[in-house]
C-alpha cells in the first residue's frame, strides 16, 4: 500500500502566499521607517536589541523582545507620521503641544519642553531683568578678559520668530501672551536690557532688530517653517555684524541669491517638511566650509557634534575669528564667512559645563583667533555656561 502524496492546488498555494505577504507587511514597513525620526517625534529612546542577560532570566528576556518588537516591529511608525500630516495639514493643528501653527504654514517653538508650553514666548516677551543684569555681569568679565588675552569681543544677537513677527503668533496660544508678545516695544527686549546695562566700550554688543524688521514681510526672508534664521534674516544680520566689526564686506557680499527648497528645522513635529530659503553663493569670496573640523574639537567635547571650519581665499579681512554660538550659529556662522581668512563655529548647546573652561583655553591656544564672537538668538546663551569662558581667556600665548 502507497503512502497518499499530500500536495497543495495552486490556488491554496497562491493564498499562503497571499497570507504570507501580508503578514510580512509590518516587517518590510519597519526596515524603511525612520527609526531615530520617530525617537525624536515621540521624545523617547526606543527599546534596544535584546540581549541574554536581559532582565531575570527567560521571563525578562522575552519581555525585552515584546518591548523591542512593539518599538521598531510594525505599521506604528508610518502611521504615527501619518496622522500627524493628517493633523498639520487637514485641520491646520500642530501634533505637538510644543509648536504652534499659525496661518501660511508659519510655525512657532513655543518652548524646547513639551512640559513648559510657551516657555519661548514667556521668555521673549516679557523679559527678566535679573537675567539681563546677570548676563550683562558675565558679559563684562569675558571683555575684560578677552581684551587683556589680544582678542576682541563680539556679541551677536539674533531676533528671533516670536520678536519679529508678534502678528503672526496663532489664536490658539492664550490671549495674554500675544497681547504681551504684541506690545513689547524694541527698547524692553531683552538684548536691549541687557545693553542698558553694559557700560563696557570694548564690548560690541550688535543686535540688528530695525534692519531686520524693515525686511521681515519679504517672501521667505525667515523662513516660515523654521524655527532657526536662514535665509536672507541671516545675510543681514551677517552684514550688519561684520560692518559693526570694522569688516565692509562690500557690494560682492550681496549677489547671487536664488532660492533653494531644504528640509525644515522643526523636527519636533515628527515628520519632514520643506521649507524654502535665499542661498547666497559668496562666490566673489570663495569659501570652503569643513564640517566637524578641526577634528580635535570633538575630542575636547565629546557631546558636542556640531562644529565646523570656514576657509576663506579672497576674504574682507584677514582675521580668524572663534564663533560660540547656540544652535542659530549652525545655519548662520556660513554669512559670516566672507568676512574672516578663517572661521571656527562650535555650537555649545551640549558642551557640558565643567567641561568648557578648559576646552576653549585649548580652542584659543591652538587657533590663535583675533575675535571671539558668541551668537545666538534673543534667548541668549545660558549664563551658567557664559561663566565659564572669562577663565578660558586668562594667559593665553601672544599671537
Not at 527567560?58 to 493633523?87: C, M, Q, S
Not at 561663566?387 to 594667559?395: C, G, W
Amino acid at each position: 500500500m502507497t503512502n497518499p502524496r499530500c500536495t497543495f492546488r495552486p490556488a491554496a498555494m497562491a493564498g499562503l502566499l497571499a497570507l504570507a505577504a501580508i503578514l510580512a507587511i509590518p516587517l518590510v514597513v519597519s526596515a524603511f521607517t525612520d527609526h531615530a525620526g520617530r525617537s525624536l517625534a515621540e521624545q523617547r529612546t526606543l527599546a534596544p536589541l535584546p540581549m541574554l542577560q536581559t532582565g531575570p532570566g527567560l521571563a525578562g528576556y522575552f519581555d525585552a523582545w515584546e518591548t523591542f518588537i512593539d518599538d521598531h516591529i510594525g505599521l506604528a511608525g508610518p502611521l504615527n507620521v501619518l496622522y500627524r500630516k493628517g493633523l498639520f495639514y487637514v485641520f491646520r493643528d500642530s501634533p505637538v503641544a510644543n509648536v504652534d501653527r499659525g496661518d501660511d504654514g508659519f510655525i512657532f517653538l513655543n518652548s524646547h519642553f513639551r512640559d513648559r508650553p510657551h516657555g519661548r514666548y514667556d521668555y521673549v516677551c516679557r523679559p527678566n531683568t535679573v537675567i539681563a543684569r546677570n548676563t550683562a555681569g558675565v558679559l563684562k568679565r569675558i571683555e575684560q578678559a578677552s581684551r587683556q588675552a589680544g582678542i576682541e569681543l563680539t556679541v551677536a544677537t539674533m531676533p528671533s520668530k516670536v520678536l519679529l513677527y508678534p502678528d503672526r503668533i496663532p489664536a490658539s496660544v492664550p490671549a495674554d501672551i500675544r497681547q504681551a508678545c504684541a506690545q513689547l516695544a524694541a527698547e524692553d527686549s531683552l538684548p536691549e536690557m541687557t545693553m542698558a546695562q553694559l557700560d563696557t566700550p570694548g564690548l560690541r554688543y550688535v543686535f540688528p532688530l530695525q534692519p531686520i524688521m524693515e525686511r521681515r514681510d519679504e517672501p521667505d526672508f525667515y523662513p516660515p517653517g523654521n524655527f532657526h534664521a536662514n535665509s536672507q534674516s541671516s545675510h543681514v544680520f551677517a552684514r550688519a555684524v561684520l560692518e559693526a566689526m570694522d569688516i565692509p564686506p562690500g557690494q560682492a557680499f550681496d549677489s547671487g541669491a536664488q532660492p533653494e527648497t531644504i528640509s525644515h528645522d522643526m523636527h519636533f513635529l515628527g515628520f519632514d517638511r520643506q521649507v524654502t530659503v535665499w542661498r547666497y553663493p559668496y562666490a566673489a569670496f570663495d569659501v570652503t566650509e569643513q564640517l566637524r573640523q578641526p577634528a580635535w574639537v570633538g575630542e575636547l567635547f565629546p557631546n558636542v557634534d556640531q562644529y565646523r571650519m570656514y576657509e576663506t581665499a579672497r576674504p574682507a579681512s584677514e582675521r580668524v575669528a572663534l564663533v560660540l554660538s547656540n544652535s542659530f550659529g549652525d545655519y548662520m556662522s556660513r554669512d559670516l564667512a566672507p568676512g574672516f581668512r578663517r572661521l571656527y563655529q562650535v555650537n555649545m548647546n551640549h558642551m557640558q559645563p565643567d567641561e568648557i573652561t578648559a576646552g576653549v583655553k585649548q580652542m584659543i591656544d591652538r587657533l590663535q583667533p583675533n575675535d571671539l564672537v558668541l551668537l545666538a538668538h534673543d534667548g541668549g546663551l545660558p549664563v551658567i555656561k557664559l561663566n565659564r569662558i572669562a577663565p578660558a581667556l586668562s594667559n593665553p600665548p601672544p599671537h
